[in-house]
């Protein structure tokens, strides 16, 4: 059995506590992205992300920071399967505690049980089940932060990582059943089935594996370690317990985002979800620089560039999605906000 990264003595150390993802997500990151051809300082600057929290494995990332500077990787690499690649050659234990906590486990099932009942606690705001299908498990992953909209290679990072856990134990040919991603299909889509070796559906419904059941019997882990998985599992947990405060200015963004649907957000129904009275929320937003009608208008301008950036949607079907009655208020409010139609705005970013 080889040597563990982590110490039974380290392990007992206070750890600062983690309000998004531990950056041992992150593990290789700038190595990873020079090797795409990427400038590591832009992408980091841009993303708002400091390399010096990259070298300590149980400090805390801003999860939407953490899901930006895989995108911005990708568009400043001109790698679009940034997050594939590089979960191709992430090794769980590259992934810190988390990676311990499936590699110490007893078997492979075990495993990822184990591994699913962590994740909570390395990565906030987030959905993460190991669900039984009958033959199969399946191994469902979606980001459920409400200020992120653009996380595809955070996906496919992630179903990347739990693929290399199952391979770990299995070995470079074992293959999923079939995977599925919520995003549309890439240019490159080819390379997925190459990565998975097997069947790869996007647009779906959440990010999943399905895992043939009769793979798992009998398996166990090779580096199988009782006393290693409780300290590892005491830690995660013991981080992710000690979250910090919830912002309300994302929580509020979130509502509205579920609000514009059905029309014009009334700040009525945001403040009653959000259990506090209108005037509480006003006061709130205003110690947060903002106005109701302000973070109104932010949530549409964001959603609107995330409809933008998906060439298979109609320009026409997005006014409703947006809380518009009328295609002209949408394109009014667009030229509003940056100067060109919708269109135009596709087709320059094109």
């Not at 563990?4 to 309000?19: K, M, T």
């Not at 990676?99 to 075990?110: H, N, P, Q």
């Not at 409809?307 to 409010?333: C, D, K, N, V, W």
């Amino acid at each position: 059995m080889s040597q563990p990264l982590f110490s039974p003595s380290g392990l007992s150390l206070p750890l600062a506590s983690n309000i998004g993802v531990l950056s041992a997500a992150a593990s290789g990151l700038g190595r990873f992205i020079g090797d795409q051809g990427g400038d590591i300082d832009r992408v980091f600057g841009r993303a708002g992300i400091d390399p010096e929290r990259l070298l300590h494995p149980t400090l805390s990332l801003a999860l939407t920071n953490y899901c930006q500077v895989l995108e911005e990787a990708a568009r400043q690499s001109g790698c679009d399967n940034f997050g594939l690649r590089y979960g191709e050659q992430f090794r769980p234990r590259e992934l810190g505690l988390l990676g311990y906590v499936g590699l110490c486990s007893e078997t492979l099932e075990e495993a990822l049980k184990n591994f699913a009942a962590a994740f909570p606690y390395h990565q906030h705001d987030t959905l993460i089940r190991l669900v039984d299908c009958g033959e199969c498990y399946r191994f469902d992953y979606q980001v459920r932060h409400g200020a992120i909209l653009d996380r595809r290679q955070d996906a496919e990072l992630t179903l990347g990582m739990a693929l290399n856990l199952m391979r770990h134990a299995l070995g470079p040919e074992w293959a999923p059943r079939a995977v599925s991603f919520e995003h549309a299909r890439p240019e490159g889509w080819q390379e997925h089935g190459r990565v998975f070796d097997a069947p790869v559906l996007f647009q779906r419904g959440c990010n999943s594996m399905l895992i043939p059941k009769r793979d798992l019997y009998g398996r166990q882990m090779p580096e199988r370690d009782a006393n290693l998985l409780f300290l590892v599992q005491d830690v995660i947990r013991r981080l992710g317990e000690q979250g910090g405060a919830p912002n309300l200015v994302e929580d509020a963004g979130t509502q509205i985002r579920l609000a514009l649907a059905d029309g014009e957000p009334s700040l009525e129904i945001i403040a009653e979800q959000l259990e506090l009275t209108t005037a509480g929320l006003q006061r709130r937003l205003r110690e947060a620089g903002l106005s109701f009608s302000q973070l109104v208008e932010n949530t549409r301008r964001e959603l609107a560039l995330h409809y933008l950036r998906q060439p298979q949607r109609p320009i026409s079907e997005l006014a409703p999605l947006l809380g518009y009655s009328e295609t002209s208020a949408f394109s009014r409010a667009f030229r509003r906000w940056f100067g060109v139609s919708p269109r135009q705005w596709r087709s320059d970013a094109s």
